[in-house]
């Protein structure tokens, strides 16, 4: 199978947490990216199972109108059933790499009010080790030089992603070789530098659920059983 149709088969297996019982008051949260607008073209045959979403960037959210789906400014809600998302890399314990589409903040904020969150991607994004993908850093646009200082005293590479507006006004660092030993640490240190929106390790609230697009179908992981014993990640 090819990488766009493990996205196909996993944007279709994430419609089983919309189900027909859900309450018609439900609001489902949106991320971003290809995988996500596999998922938003899935979600379109089911939209009457749910009231509206909130969407993760301004492009999820005209795909998501041009469907006749409400989309909710998240000032209006409180909380949502469900978050479906893609990720850029996934640990066994389901912190993510997130930003390569650069709507990292926009995401982590949708996701942050999401009773579950459910990752949908192909096996190419699962890793034993966060970092070999640049992790992507929302910055202040006055602040980038300053931050990327900061972040090579850390022992990464920044790189400014020449071109990137984000859907916030701000722009985007990719940051190669950081040694993610500890994402939970990492996602609070490089938060913690003056000028930082957001950094892109989704690990203080990580997936719920990871729906993994593999050569032998989609695999549906937990933290609980992505521990092969034979130390595969699955
Ligand atoms: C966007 C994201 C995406 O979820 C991530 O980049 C994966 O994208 P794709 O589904 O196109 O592979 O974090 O900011």
């Not at 909380?79 to 389901?94: P, T």
């Not at 920044?158 to 985007?172: A, F, H, L, S, W």
Request: with cysteine; proline share 4%.
């Amino acid at each position: 199978m090819t990488q766009d149709e493990l996205k196909q088969a996993v944007a279709q297996a994430a419609l089983d947490f919309i189900k027909p019982d859900l309450k018609p008051e439900a609001i489902i949260g949106i991320g971003t990216g290809s995988t996500a607008n596999l998922f938003i073209d899935a979600l379109a045959t089911v939209k009457d199972r749910f009231r509206g979403t909130v969407a993760s960037s301004d492009a999820s959210a005209k795909r998501l109108r041009d469907h006749g789906i409400e989309v909710f400014d998240m000032n209006q809600v409180e909380k949502l059933a469900v978050y479906v998302d893609g990720c850029d890399e996934a640990n066994r314990k389901l912190h993510l790499i997130k930003g390569g589409g650069a709507a990292l903040t926009q995401e982590k904020i949708v996701a942050s009010i999401a009773k579950t969150f459910v990752c949908i991607a192909d096996e190419s994004k699962a890793v034993q080790k966060l970092g070999a993908f640049p992790l992507p850093i929302e910055v202040i646009p006055m602040a980038r030089s300053a931050v990327a200082r900061k972040l090579l005293k850390m022992g990464g590479n920044p790189v400014y992603r020449e071109g990137v507006v984000t859907d916030n006004g701000n722009q985007i660092l990719d940051v190669y070789e950081l040694d993610i030993k500890d994402p939970e640490a990492m996602e609070t240190a490089i938060n913690n530098i003056p000028g930082v929106v957001t950094n892109g390790l989704f690990a203080h609230r990580p997936a719920d659920v990871l729906l993994l697009g593999t050569k032998d179908g989609v695999k549906k992981l937990s933290v609980i059983n992505t521990m092969a014993e034979d130390g595969e990640f699955y």
